[in-house]
């Protein structure tokens, strides 16, 4: 059975009716477009109403939208994205939540899927967005000690000389290591 | 000598609650025999029973999305394959998909099955070093070296077809790089026609091995309401009793017009894992005879001069195709989808290998974002290991199957 997408937007776009941004369609996937305020109320709307049933979250991530030409039309430099899957209908949709550059904090959807938890750390790894109450928000792909947030759009490809400062064991002494040849 | 703990061993285990005040931290990993790839697991254990566990990835983290934000769509292929080294084809399959997607284009029937049997292929390969590999980590070495033969003999085909054993990097955006050689659907049968027995030598070794059973029947168990809000794909969630195959669910290539089961169990647990493995390579041998059979002839590029390159001939011969081979290839010019953004997944060996790829109308993707199956898949080490002995930690992580490659990206 699929989901009925003009019901079900039109319950999503009544219930939350101040936090709808748009809703799109692109070469036949669906895309909610909301603000960040109330999120974890909206992702336990879809995943629990029977209208949709997403109980499966397919991924977490990000987007910077600081060098996209629709980027005006959002409020907000970062988004948010979640992927959901509904087992029960067989369908996905794709919310997108808006997130300022000022505030970058969002409430954290753990507590909606558990499997929010890695993705989630890896946004705040790589886009520096702080999820709120987050169980254990800490970098996930790069060291503890690094600074800044590599896929945000400023920071470049090179890197900003993090592999230069990278401690490194280079000490090795004058007369060379023993069974090893001298550096 | 590896400790085969026996049901008698894990009731004499101290219960978790029992376990505070002595508990010791240990580290599993990041360079060890028994972990696929480089994983590092921060453990506190209590004797041998493992009170808390946590997961450190990121060792083989390469950029590869922020690379993806500056290499057009066909120089990211090359970036697809190093992702999952047990896999890789399907890796460049579920990307080329994802781009046509995005782009609008549609790959000819030829192309489609060709690309359904090299998936397959690919997925046995990917299973039977998984099943191979989780023999080895519980003491079964012979099983191992079997596997090995046969992906030695799949690799020859690969490297047949794609120039090269590991990096196939096969695919393009509308198509792959050059049709089979003439002679693949002979070396293909000829795989074929041995390799059932193979699966069936491996599984009178291990299915009822009194030891292999010991470790992985009851180890590592998850439910289904577990495995679908940790968002678990593949194997591991189908042998939780959740019959979700993206395959099926969410077509593509030719999927449809072939007849395969999709394989489950309720258990749950590592044994069932297995099975579920060893059912799958014999549903992908069967994919892989009736798509030889079907294999229809004709073009396996689609026929769009805006995305996919002219024949070479016919570059040397005529004005436009000239012209439209230097505007695919130049920097610059490039092929080009629309603003827009689409996610599409595929069932790789270890689950949903999804690619969302946002397009801001140029020639270079403007994200992409990877959503590898062993990401999703690893977090739910803890829950599965939290309480028990460190020997079921092992097998545990050869059932996951995790590569470390797509994990960290």
């Known amino acids: 059975m699929a989901v009925d997408w003009a019901a079900?937007?039109?319950?999503?776009?009544?219930?939350?009716?101040?936090?709808?941004?748009?809703?799109?369609?692109?070469r036949g996937q669906a895309c909610l477009h909301v603000r960040r305020e109330r999120i974890v109320e909206i992702l336990r709307f879809l995943r629990d109403e029977p209208f949709a049933r997403f109980a499966m979250l397919s991924d977490v991530t990000a987007l910077d939208l600081l060098k996209h030409p629709e980027a005006g039309r959002w409020p907000g430099r970062f988004a948010v994205v979640y992927q959901l899957l509904s087992l029960e209908h067989n369908e996905r949709l794709r919310v997108k939540a808006y997130v300022s550059e000022e505030s970058c904090e969002i409430a954290t959807a753990v507590e909606v899927w558990p499997a929010a938890n890695w993705g989630e750390r890896e946004?705040?790894?790589?886009?520096?967005?702080?999820?709120?109450?987050?169980?254990?928000?800490?970098?996930?792909?790069?060291?503890?000690?690094?600074?800044?947030?590599?896929?945000?759009?400023?920071?470049?490809?090179?890197?900003?000389?993090?592999?230069?400062?990278?401690?490194?064991?280079?000490?090795i002494p004058e007369e060379g290591v023993r069974g090893g040849r001298k550096a | 000598m590896n400790a085969v703990p026996t049901p008698e061993i894990r009731r004499m285990a101290p219960k978790a609650s029992q376990a505070v005040s002595q508990s010791m931290a240990m580290n599993l990993g990041p360079s060890h025999p028994a972990c696929h790839g480089t994983l590092r697991f921060k453990v506190e254990v209590n004797g041998e029973q493992i009170v808390k566990c946590d997961p450190e990835i990121g060792f083989l983290h390469t950029g590869f999305e922020k690379l993806g934000e500056y290499r057009s769509y066909n120089q990211f292929v090359v970036v697809t394959d190093r992702m999952n080294y047990l896999s890789p084809l399907n890796n460049n399959i579920g990307y080329a998909i994802a781009c046509e997607e995005l782009f609008g284009v549609q790959v000819p029937p030829r192309g489609q099955y060709l690309r359904v049997i090299m998936a397959e292929l690919s997925r046995l390969s990917d299973h039977v070093i998984s099943v191979?590999?989780?023999?080895?980590?519980?003491?079964?070495?012979?099983?191992?070296?079997?596997?090995?033969?046969?992906?030695?003999?799949?690799?020859?085909?690969?490297?047949?077809?794609?120039?090269?054993?590991?990096?196939?990097?096969?695919?393009?955006?509308?198509?792959?790089?050059?049709?089979?050689?003439?002679?693949?659907?002979?070396?293909?049968?000829?795989?074929?026609?041995?390799?059932?027995?193979?699966?069936?030598?491996?599984?009178?070794?291990?299915?009822?091995?009194?030891?292999?059973?010991?470790?992985?029947?009851?180890?590592?168990?998850?439910?289904?309401?577990?495995a679908v809000a940790y968002g678990l794909t593949g194997p591991l969630l189908r042998a939780c009793g959740v019959p979700y195959d993206v395959r099926r669910a969410r077509p593509y290539l030719c999927y449809p017009d072939l007849a395969f089961d999709i394989p489950i169990r309720f258990e749950g647990d590592v044994y069932a894992r297995y099975l579920v493995r060893m059912e799958e390579m014999?549903?992908?041998?069967?994919?892989?005879?009736?798509?030889?059979?079907?294999?229809?002839?004709?073009?396996?590029?689609?026929?769009?001069?805006?995305?996919?390159?002219?024949?070479?001939?016919?570059?040397?011969?005529?004005?436009?195709?000239?012209?439209?081979?230097?505007?695919?290839?130049?920097?610059?010019?490039?092929?080009?989808?629309?603003?827009?953004?689409?996610?599409?997944?595929?069932?790789?060996?270890?689950?949903?290998?999804?690619?969302?790829?946002?397009?801001?109308?140029?020639?270079?993707?403007?994200?992409?974002?990877?959503?590898?199956?062993?990401?999703?898949?690893?977090?739910?080490?803890?829950?599965?290991?939290?309480?028990?002995?460190?020997?079921?930690?092992?097998?545990?992580?050869?059932?996951l199957n995790v590569i470390a490659g797509e994990l960290d990206r």
């Open chain 2, 132 to 226: 191979g590999l989780q023999g080895m980590d519980l003491g079964a070495f012979s099983a191992m070296l079997w596997t090995f033969v046969e992906r030695e003999k799949l690799y020859d085909i690969f490297e047949a077809v794609t120039g090269a054993r590991l990096t196939t990097s096969w695919t393009r955006v509308g198509g792959v790089f050059r049709d089979v050689p003439e002679d693949f659907p002979e070396m293909v049968r000829a795989f074929l026609d041995k390799f059932p027995r193979i699966i069936d030598e491996i599984e009178l070794m291990l299915s009822s091995n009194r030891i292999f059973k010991d470790r992985t029947v009851g180890v590592g168990t998850m439910t289904a309401e577990q």
């Open chain 1, 123 to 171: 946004v705040f790894d790589m886009y520096g967005i702080r999820f709120a109450g987050h169980p254990d928000l800490r970098r996930i792909l790069t060291p503890d000690h690094y600074e800044g947030h590599p896929l945000r759009k400023d920071y470049p490809l090179k890197g900003r000389g993090e592999r230069d400062r990278f401690p490194k064991y280079t000490e």
């Open chain 1, 8 to 26: 079900l937007q039109k319950i999503v776009r009544e219930r939350f009716a101040d936090q709808v941004l748009d809703w799109t369609e692109f």
């Open chain 2, 282 to 399: 014999r549903q992908s041998v069967r994919i892989v005879r009736e798509a030889l059979e079907k294999l229809p002839s004709g073009p396996v590029n689609a026929d769009d001069r805006k995305v996919t390159l002219p024949s070479k001939e016919r570059v040397y011969r005529d004005m436009e195709s000239l012209i439209h081979h230097f505007k695919i290839v130049m920097p610059g010019h490039g092929i080009a989808p629309p603003v827009g953004e689409v996610y599409s997944c595929t069932e790789a060996p270890n689950g949903e290998l999804g690619f969302y790829l946002v397009s801001d109308g140029t020639g270079v993707p403007y994200r992409v974002r990877i959503r590898p199956p062993s990401f999703y898949n690893h977090q739910t080490f803890p829950l599965q290991v939290t309480g028990r002995l460190i020997s079921d930690a092992v097998s545990a992580l050869a059932s």
